[in-house]
């Protein structure tokens, strides 16, 4: 099977995609998958880490707004939707598939124009603009919230099927556990708090970290925290302010970027972070107490949607943006690890509200879309 697969932006959109693209390798090793994105966003590393191949064509979010930026960002995205014609040309796709980005409408479209078969996958439970401006051109439309069906309007056909996630749970031996937190610089008899803000990092997270190191609150616990790669710089040079040393803090490990994320994950006993569909798809996989601070000011407040599925089931706490401060937070974080049988009962919560089987059903999803269109 040949595949494009277009993702670009943050790891949201690109992490569903590769573990779409994982899953079609391994049902069919001589596939030939080729990635789409921008020359901007977190794709042009995490693709050709994955060992994927990338092409990158101009494409903009648009802003009703009449500016001189505006237009040129029109313009570019124009002539992306003619860079992304001549790729599928090209490169002669069985199927095209969407996970999110900007990068999206203009391949989508030009798929749809060029007559081949083409997936959108939705992760969040409101849908964002580019889904519902391409339902109608768009073969079969992938949800990972069921109230997300009735949100998508004259679409050809919704199939509710969780989200891809390449993480997995896994059951590590003592010393494969051990040598993951070694590695780490972390001690094996402490709990360990994993914070992250998203692959781009969250200034509001990062900064309560930051007041909960300088007041040396972890006391009970250590910190595994993935700053944001452009936010890690500033970070060290605010620590350097306070004579703290980011690569020297006792019960901390600070990088800009976690890219052994499964493993960390696995090992970590508590999991902080924002609530974007991929990260709670993953927190219930994995079967893991969380404490969520919803991304504010995004469509339709949906990350507030996505962490109550968890509070609702006992199985994560939230503390809403503007109420978050190193006080509360390491209070909340005390709470949970302070009893071993809430840490573990808070994890089997989590994994009630765990979607089974994601990318067998994308796959057959797929090779629906695929078949149908060569037996026409």
Known sequence: MKVIIAAAGTA??????????????????????LFIGTTRGLENDLVP??????????????????????????????????????????????????????????????????????????????????????????????????????????????????????????????????????????NALKPIVLVFGGSQGAKKINDTIIEIIKNKLNKNYQIMWGTGPKQYDEIKRELMYNN????????????????????????????????GAMTITEIATLGKPSILIPLPNVSHNHQLYNAQVLEKVNAAKIILNDDLTGKNLNETIEKIISDKNNISQMGKNAQKVATNNVEDKIYAEIKKCVNKNKNR
Do not use: W
Not at 19 to 32: P, Q, R, V
Not at 116 to 127: C, G, K, M, R, Y
């Open 49 to 186: 880490r994955a060992g994927y191949k990338l092409k990158t064509i101009d494409a903009y979010g648009l802003s009703k707004k009449i500016s001189i930026d505006n237009m040129k960002k029109m313009y570019k995205t124009i002539k992306g939707y003619g860079e992304a014609k001549n790729i599928i040309k090209e490169f002669k796709p069985d199927i095209v598939i969407g996970t999110g980005g900007y990068i999206c409408g203009a391949t989508i479209l030009a798929a749809h124009k060029l007559k081949i078969p083409t997936l959108l996958h939705e992760s969040n439970a409101f849908p964002g603009k580019a889904v519902k401006m391409l339902a109608r051109s768009t073969n079969t439309i992938l949800v990972s919230f069921k109230d997300a069906i009735p949100r998508i309007k004259k679409a050809n056909n919704i199939v509710y099927t969780g989200t891809p996630i390449k993480i997995k749970k896994q059951n590590y031996s003592i010393d494969e556990r051990l040598k993951i937190i070694n590695d780490m610089g972390l």
């Open 12 to 33: 949201g959109h690109i992490n569903p995609g590769l573990a779409i693209a994982n899953k079609i390798k391994k049902e069919e090793k001589d596939s030939d998958i």
């Open 244 to 275: 703290i040393s980011i690569n020297n803090i006792k019960d901390m490990k600070i990088v800009p970027y976690i890219y052994n994320m499964e493993e960390i994950m696995n090992v970590a006993d508590v999991i902080v972070a924002r609530s």
